[in-house]
């Protein structure tokens, strides 16, 4: 079984951050494992409040994972602060892991801050270079690209704008845009584009999260990225459709609708055989 870290903030409504991460792991069947960064109190209608974890205790745990355990990719989500950048930028440098998947988180889905504005400059110069793949959406993208974003041929040149901040691709997410969802990947040399029909529900928290992890999920799994991007929308998309209407803001992507559709069906369809 490969193995996948996640580095991001916990979300305690189970609905992003570490707990989308670790469903969506399981989900791809591969071993998931966290490194909490930030503890966030927020719910599917607000945040309330959120505590960083300290520089020290991000290394240490990232140490307890390389040091014990294969790490086959990793997921990078929140980094609220230049210190938890330079944290998590260091250990990643040190191990030198294969698959850096990193979801650039700068807002929740309800639009509460989830990095400090001046720490943008410090993801752009410590994080982004590290990244195999880097998962903005629209408005990330427009924050790191410096530019608006209103069709399709502006993804294109927004990521090659990112793109040559260091990170070897970008898949920019069309899910702000009107119209079809679209998403498009640049690999630094060609894009491709992956689009499904838009699904009208507000139950869209933690798709982000969700993404990157399939992604790395993917990744580990031995896909390409082609591959990995393709799949990760496939199965967000089908999330999405199943989403579930938890809580009075916008609720949670269904991460185990297949499992929970077919799982214990195959099971019962195998004692049957026995």
Do not use: W
Not at 34 to 43: F, K
Not at 129 to 151: C, F, H, Q, Y
Not at 249 to 255: L, R, V
């Amino acid at each position: 079984m490969k193995k996948v870290l996640s580095i991001a903030g916990s979300d305690c409504s189970g609905g992003a951050g570490i707990q989308a991460d670790l469903k969506t792991f399981s989900a791809h069947g591969v071993f998931g494992m966290s490194v909490i960064v930030a503890v966030v109190a927020e719910n599917t209608s607000r945040v309330i409040d959120m505590q960083d974890i300290t520089p020290d205790m991000i290394k240490k745990q990232i140490d307890a994972v390389f040091e014990d355990i294969e790490v086959d990719a990793v997921k990078v989500g929140m980094l609220a602060t230049p210190r938890c950048m330079g944290a998590v930028a260091e250990k990643l440098r040190y191990y030198r892991p294969g698959n850096v998947v990193i979801d650039p988180v700068m807002y929740a889905k309800n639009g509460c801050p989830l990095m400090e504005p001046a720490a943008v400059g410090a993801l752009i110069k410590t994080v982004i270079p590290l990244a195999d793949v880097l998962t903005p959406n629209i408005p990330e993208a427009e924050k790191l690209s410096g530019m608006r974003i209103l069709r399709a041929a502006d993804m294109e040149a927004a990521a090659r704008k990112i793109c040559a901040m260091g990170c070897k691709a970008v898949i920019i997410k069309g899910g702000h845009a009107a119209g079809d969802a679209l998403d498009i990947l640049f690999d630094g040399e060609k894009f491709t584009r992956f689009q499904t029909a838009r699904i009208q529900t507000k139950n869209t928290h933690g798709t982000g999260c969700t993404f990157s992890s399939a992604v790395a999920a993917q990744l580990a799994n031995g896909k390409s990225l082609q591959e990995a991007a393709r799949d990760a929308k496939k199965y967000v998309t089908t999330g999405i459709e199943h989403a579930l209407a938890i809580g009075k803001g916008c609720g949670p992507t269904h991460h185990f609708y297949d499992v929970y559709k077919n799982g214990l069906r195959g099971m019962e369809e195998q004692e049957a055989v026995k």
